[in-house]
């Protein structure tokens, strides 16, 4: 009897802490921020959008699984006059990279994989690699054979030498129609992609040097060979499903368009609505498309709402929504730096782990953060990070590219560390 006791009462507090872990809204004060201070971002972001720097934006803060900021300024589409909503539905691009890189690591909790597998196990391929190296040739390169296999883990720290069609052999992914991170439009699925990406020399060789590039569609494609599962059934049985994740998908249902935020190009320091398809900087056939092609790398769609349950499903450890995705240690190992004496070439104080970027130096990162800190960012200007030693979430969307001289990532950055008061 004592020991049945003893397991019912563990069995009670073990849903009480899942429960727990489910974001709700507080007020800020409840837990260390100040709501006068968070007044600020509101402020600032609307000037902003007056000054017709941004057309919209939405942004959440949550704070120890509570929500303390939620926020949509501006319009979703400026020139209909449609104001922007808090369950406006988002472009995320590359925030598509963190979800796959979070699959993988559930693979190889269940034993389907390990991420120091050849990358030809899954998709031979790539067994054959090859790199171009510049040279003083009429073609300007020589192709040369890799050094090393690919690993699956080369390709969640993007140090498989893997471009987006750049780098010295650049004209012959361009006459292979493989250049940038845009796939909607494609009319195959993305195994059938991959598998030419295998046939074109890649930028580096494995483990030399940060090269971002398709190395997340590849693990999107690793994933579907694995598991026997197209790439959209897995992501939303294994995590969109049991997280509650409603909106998040790679082509929106019809009947969801009208959420659909706009996107705008800055053209001398204008916003401009973007082409109506056009690829990379125009809407993007996300309703119209094909449909076929399921980009690991940058191919999702989701609201400010989604991303944040998915972000503090991470912050808990794994568990969220009565559901534990990963591990602890599944966790730590993507939160922890795996460039060792790789250089990250863009933020100083920076390294990167399985699928984030990551503060690893305070003082080289020079902007408020802690070390620990992780995230990453899409390509129509979203953003968002995770601070653990805060317990602290943020999302932030808007939907321009291209997009330059606007310094809202680190406003917004000064903005919330500023509201912490405990």
């Known amino acids: 009897m004592k020991k049945q006791f003893i397991f019912i009462t563990s069995l009670f507090f073990s849903i009480l802490f899942l429960n727990a872990q489910v974001l709700e809204h507080a007020a800020p004060e409840a837990v260390g921020m100040s709501s006068k201070r968070l007044d600020r971002i509101t402020d600032r972001f609307e000037q902003y959008i007056e000054q017709g720097q941004l057309p919209g ?30 369950d ?26 390990l ?50 069609g750049g780098g010295a052999a650049a004209t012959l992914w361009k006459e292979a129609e493989i250049q940038g991170w845009y796939f909607a439009h494609r009319d195959e699925p993305i195994l059938e992609t991959v598998k030419r990406i295998a046939q074109l020399p890649q930028e580096e060789q494995p483990g030399k040097r940060f090269v971002y590039g398709y190395n997340t569609d590849i693990l999107g494609a690793v994933i579907e060979i694995a598991s026997g599962m197209p790439l959209d059934k897995f992501i939303q049985s294994k995590i969109l499903d049991p997280m ?7 082509y929106l249902p019809i009947a969801k368009k009208e959420r659909l935020a706009t996107v705008y190009n800055q053209r001398d320091n204008k916003l401009i609505r973007a082409p109506k398809s ?21 191919g999702l769609l989701s609201t400010a709402t989604d991303y ?3 972000l503090q499903m991470m912050l808990n450890n794994g568990v969220y929504n009565n559901h534990r995705f990963l591990s602890r240690t599944s966790v730590e190992l993507m939160t922890t730096n795996h460039l060792a004496s790789v250089e990250f070439p863009w933020t100083g104080g920076t390294g990167f782990g399985l699928g984030f970027s990551l503060v690893t130096d305070l003082g080289a990162f020079a902007k408020p953060s802690s070390v620990g800190e992780y995230g990453w960012g899409g390509a129509y200007h979203s953003s968002y990070w995770v601070n653990p030693k805060e317990e602290l979430v943020v999302v932030y969307f808007t939907q321009v590219i291209p997009i330059s001289n606007v310094n809202d990532h680190d406003t917004l950055r000064a903005l ?4 912490l008061i405990d």
């Not at 959440?60 to 209909?80: H, M, P, Q």
């Not at 996300?286 to 690991?296: D, I, L, M, T």
Request: glycine residues 10%; hydrophobic residues 40%.
């Open 57 to 86: 934006t939405v942004t959440i803060i949550a704070r120890k699984g509570k929500i303390v900021y939620f926020e949509a300024l501006g319009n979703s589409d400026v020139e209909e006059g449609k104001k922007m909503g808090t």
């Open 88 to 113: 406006a539905i988002f472009r995320i691009a590359s925030q598509t990279k963190a979800i796959i890189s979070v699959a993988i690591m559930m693979l190889q909790e269940e034993g389907t994989l």
């Open 115 to 164: 991420i120091q597998d050849p990358l030809s196990k899954y998709i031979p391929e790539f067994k054959n690699s090859t790199v171009a190296v510049k040279d003083n040739s009429k073609e300007g390169y020589k192709i040369v054979a890799a050094e090393r296999p690919i690993t699956l883990r080369d390709l969640l720290t993007h140090t498989a030498g893997i471009s987006y």
């Open 244 to 250: 509650g994740m409603k909106d998040t998908h790679f």
């Open 278 to 298: 056009g690829g990379m900087q125009g809407q993007g056939l996300y309703v119209n498309g094909p449909r076929k092609s399921f980009s690991g790398g940058a």
């Open 308 to 310: 944040a349950k998915f």
């Open 416 to 419: 919330v560390y500023q509201s």
